[in-house]
Structures are given as C-alpha cells and as structure tokens.
Nanobody
Framework: QVQLVESGGGLVQAGGSLRLSCAAS????????MGWFRQAPGKGREFVAA????????RYADSVNGRFTISRDNAKNTVYLQMNSLKPEDTAVYSC???????????????????WGQGTQVTVSS
C-alpha cells in the first residue's frame, strides 16, 4: 500500500522560506515521479513542481520557477520542496503525489497522478 505523508507546513511572513517534506512508503521510491501540487481556498488544484525518479529531472510551474526547488533523497524515500521568497499568493494546502506507473515523465496534470498525501497547510502573511 502506497502512502505519502507531508510535513513542514506552517505560517511564515512574506519573503520567508519553508521546506516541505513528503515521506513515501509501500514501493520502490526511486522508480517513480514525485510531484507537488497546491490548492488555495475556492480554487482548483494547481501544479507546483515535479521530479523524475532516475535522472532527477525537474519541472516547475511558471509561478514558482526560480523561487521553489524540488529535490529527492531516494535513500530516505523522501521528496522535498524548498520554498523561498514566499508570497501571500503561495498560501494553500500543499500535497505530494505520485503516479501508479514507474519511469514516467514529470507531468503537470493532476490526472497524471494516482497517489496523494493528505496535504500540509502553508500560510504566507503579508
């Protein structure tokens, strides 16, 4: 059974930083793309970043490119999202996700992902 558990959310002032973690279990972590999505109140789920399993290639939403960095530690079965220069519009519930099939590409569509964590709240005050 695949499980994804996020941590690291919280309240931060604009311009500050947070690092989110997502611990995965239940299968061979290094074989799978990992993604981060977010959902603000009243809005749909939005792609943030994704990282491939083997090569570690990354993909970012334009809104976070240059401010956020996704990384993974395959030995720890964990994916990270380092968020710098945070803005109030970054406020959302952040969730990690992973597809059912291995060795895929870094998709930006939520429908590309089958397993989801419960999410962690990030609130950026102005």
């Amino acid at each position: 059974q695949v499980q994804l558990v996020e941590s690291g959310g919280g309240l931060v002032q604009a311009g500050g930083s947070l690092r989110l973690s997502c611990a995965a279990s239940g299968r061979t972590f290094s074989m799978y793309v990992m993604g981060w999505f977010r959902q603000a109140p009243g809005k749909g789920r939005e792609f943030v970043a994704a990282i491939s399993g083997r090569s570690g290639s990354t993909r970012y939403a334009d809104s976070v490119n240059g401010r956020f960095t996704i990384s993974r530690d395959n030995a720890k079965n964990t994916v990270y999202l380092q968020m710098n220069s945070l803005k109030p519009e970054d406020t959302a519930v952040y969730s990690c996700a992973s597809p059912k099939s291995p060795f895929g590409s870094t998709g930006n569509n939520p429908q590309d992902y089958d397993y989801w964590g419960q999410g962690t709240q990030v609130t950026v005050s102005s």
